[in-house]
């Protein structure tokens, strides 16, 4: 019996050390085709011979985005929107490169600026429930809750399933109701 110990130790540690080594190695992997995606698709200044289109820039900005280089998304983002105007792109590209512009300003804090793109991509897809979710976490951030709440509302009528829109607007309906219980002093 006392022999059992010992080994169960050592099979939990092996185990435990298992889950670790397969935790970082997908990690690497992540980082890894991220890197190899951005010298694929000329994400240095060294490489600006690069054939540009829209959207080989947006892919240039998901990627960017990915490695939280703001910035740099922004900038390609903004460019990207420039030469799908050019190109005709289809709503549907615009609308997700407007999304993905108001994500690089939300990101930076810029939630009015996040506002306006997020908008405009609902000009481009009403119906896009990750643009919708988006702009009522923008409004959140900027001290609409209202509007947010009916936002999520509005999310949950297209996707009944989006987890992310029934936690936000359960969180909101707890902060609206704390703020109207009365106080214990």
Same mark, same amino acid.
Request: aromatic share 4%; net charge positive; hydrophobic share 45%.
């Given at each position: 019996?006392?022999?059992?110990?010992?080994?169960?130790?050592?099979?939990?540690?092996?185990?435990?050390?298992?889950? =670790?080594? $397969?935790?970082?190695?997908?990690?690497?992997?992540?980082?890894?085709?991220?890197?190899?995606?951005?010298?694929?698709?000329? @994400?240095?200044?060294?490489? /600006?011979?690069?054939?540009?289109?829209? =959207?080989?820039?947006?892919?240039?900005?998901?990627?960017?985005?990915?490695?939280?280089?703001?910035?740099?998304?922004?900038?390609?983002?903004?460019?990207?929107?420039?030469?799908?105007?050019?190109?005709?792109?289809?709503?549907?590209?615009? =609308?997700?490169?407007? #999304?993905?512009?108001?994500?690089?300003?939300?990101?930076?804090?810029?939630?009015?600026?996040?506002?306006?793109?997020?908008?405009?991509?609902?000009?481009?897809?009403?119906?896009?429930? $990750?643009?919708?979710? #988006?702009?009522?976490?923008?409004?959140?951030?900027?001290? #609409?809750?209202?509007?947010?709440?009916?936002?999520?509302?509005? $999310?949950?009528?297209?996707?009944? @399933?989006?987890?992310?829109?029934?936690?936000?607007? /359960?969180?909101?309906?707890?902060?609206? @109701?704390?703020? @109207?219980?009365?106080?214990?002093?």
């Amino acid at each position: 019996m006392n022999d059992l110990l010992p080994q169960a130790y050592l099979l939990g540690l092996i185990a435990l050390l298992g889950v =670790a080594a $397969v935790v970082v190695g997908r990690q690497i992997l992540r980082v890894r085709r991220d890197e190899l995606s951005l010298a694929r698709l000329g @994400g240095n200044a060294s490489n /600006s011979t690069a054939p540009r289109d829209a =959207a080989t820039l947006y892919e240039l900005a998901s990627v960017q985005l990915r490695k939280r280089l703001y910035g740099q998304a922004q900038a390609n983002l903004k460019q990207a929107l420039k030469l799908a105007d050019a190109e005709n792109a289809p709503s549907e590209a615009r =609308a997700l490169m407007e #999304n993905a512009l108001g994500f690089t300003l939300a990101a930076q804090n810029n939630y009015a600026a996040a506002i306006r793109h997020y908008k405009a991509a609902l000009r481009a897809k009403p119906e896009y429930p $990750v643009a919708i979710n #988006n702009l009522a976490f923008a409004l959140e951030k900027q001290s #609409n809750p209202a509007e947010a709440k009916a936002l999520y509302e509005q $999310v949950l009528q297209l996707e009944a @399933g989006n987890r992310t829109a029934r936690k936000r607007l /359960s969180l909101l309906e707890r902060r609206s @109701g704390s703020e @109207g219980a009365p106080r214990a002093s």
